[in-house]
């Protein structure tokens, strides 16, 4: 027998069929680059390829771990290889399998190529998941049990390609992870999905992450239902970073291009103010803040409304607290902030003097719920006509549509239908 070192790499240079019983001398070559190139060949056997899966140079491991030819069992070797660059190589090449996964074949290989999948996105190593990830982010043929652990990972270098790409992800699917409390960055990934239904925006708008909201108002194709874009708006004053994409948002309705106007920057202003999908009445209603705020030279938010002692770091909620516990949340102090359109600090009013959760008052807004923003009034223990303005003039309601006192000048609802609609809201907890 030739000895196995003089059996040199110009046979592997030469390109050319190298015979088995040569491919078995090379395998026990003492040079791990000749048993290396000896690795990356398509063209030899099964078994030379299973052998060299067990090589102790790492480098030689990684070859087969990249090598199409090699056999499924060689896989299932390096699977569990101790060295992380061969589970990676491996990774990769398995991954780009999965677009066959449901071509005509032998069940067994499309059985063996998916558990290899599930277990490499069990893998301790987060590179190695990671590259499985990126690799199955765009495959619909992906098994969706492989890519619901990945959208699950603990590292969002994991989770966030899937979450973000993924066709093999359903609407149940991310609605079931957000409810999961996933890894910080993962509503921000799904927000920026090509396609958003209602359903998961409408989970996103209720988490308490800005950046992700933020996300999701600047993806011009996520479905965002309108009550749910009023919801925002509510909250919207206090962060600057939502004004832009609600300003922006391809569809708005007449009723939050006013209330936009209403708080925005003064360059967002002017792209309200060009918006062609607003019907000529909203068109000059937002003209007419415009030109308020201009006059007025300030912002409806910076306006005084005689809160003299206000701090700077008190949000409009901490004022209205602060007043109701020392006896100075007046009705009048109400009206003056209604007459300003100042909707914050009326909500905030309504809430403390209701003593009310904050969220159950934005709710009652956002909804435009008549008979809750009266109920609401009711509790706070002011006024009927107040409640009218209040309808009209921060809830947007239409003039007609308006509740008004009755004869009396009181309350036209009885006492236990408006209980009944603060037990409503009162059960609303963000």
Do not use: C
Not at 38 to 57: C, G, K, T
Not at 268 to 292: N, S
Not at 386 to 414: C, N
Request: proline share 5%; no cysteine.
């Amino acid at each position: 027998m030739a000895d196995k070192n003089n059996i040199g790499p110009e046979i592997l240079e030469k390109g050319e069929a190298i015979p088995y019983e040569v491919a078995r001398e090379l395998v026990q070559h003492d040079d791990p680059e000749v048993r290396r190139r000896l690795a990356a060949r398509v063209d030899i056997s099964a078994e030379i390829l299973y052998f060299l899966a067990e090589d102790p140079s790492p480098v030689v491991r990684r070859e087969i771990a990249s090598n199409t030819a090699a056999p499924h069992q060689a896989d299932l070797l390096l699977l569990r290889d101790a060295d992380e660059e061969v589970r990676q190589d491996l990774a990769r090449k398995i991954a780009k399998l999965a677009p066959e996964l449901d071509a005509d074949g032998v069940d067994h290989m499309r059985q063996a190529t998916t558990e290899a999948l599930e277990q490499l996105a069990r893998d301790q190593m987060t590179r190695v998941r990671q590259i499985l990830s990126e690799t199955l982010k765009d495959v619909a043929n992906a098994p969706p049990e492989v890519i619901n652990r990945l959208a699950r990972d603990v590292e969002l270098a994991v989770a966030g390609p899937v979450l973000e790409f993924s066709p093999v992800l359903t609407d149940r699917d991310l609605l079931a992870i957000i409810e999961s409390n996933p890894v910080n960055g993962s509503l921000s990934a799904m927000a920026r999905r090509s396609q958003v239904a209602e359903s998961v925006s409408t989970a996103i708008a209720d988490s308490d992450d800005e950046q992700a909201i933020t996300e999701l108002l600047s993806n011009s194709s996520a479905q965002i239902r309108e009550e749910t874009l009023d919801m925002l708006i509510d909250r919207a004053p206090e962060v600057e970073a939502w004004h832009q994409p609600l300003v922006q948002r391809p569809t708005l309705s007449n009723t939050a291009a006013v209330r936009l106007a209403g708080f925005v920057a003064d360059t967002l202003l002017k792209v309200l103010e060009v918006r062609e999908d607003l019907d000529p009445e909203t068109a000059i209603a937002v003209k007419q803040e415009v030109h308020r705020r201009i006059e007025g030279g300030s912002s409806i938010d910076d306006l005084d409304i005689g809160l003299e002692t206000e701090l700077e770091e008190e949000t409009p909620h901490d004022v209205a607290l602060r007043l109701h516990r020392t006896g100075e949340l007046t009705e009048e102090l109400v009206a003056a902030a209604v007459k300003k359109e100042n909707r914050r600090y009326v909500i905030a009013y309504i809430a403390a003097a209701a003593e009310m959760p904050l969220e159950a008052v934005q709710k009652a807004f956002a909804m435009q719920s008549i008979k809750g923003i009266v109920a609401l009034v009711w509790k706070a223990e002011f006024t009927m006509a107040l409640a009218s303005e209040i309808q009209k003039i921060i809830a947007k309601v239409p003039e007609s549509k308006v509740m008004q006192p009755d004869e009396d000048g009181g309350y036209p609802l009885s006492e236990d239908d408006l209980s009944w609609q603060i037990d409503l809201f009162d059960g609303f907890d963000g």
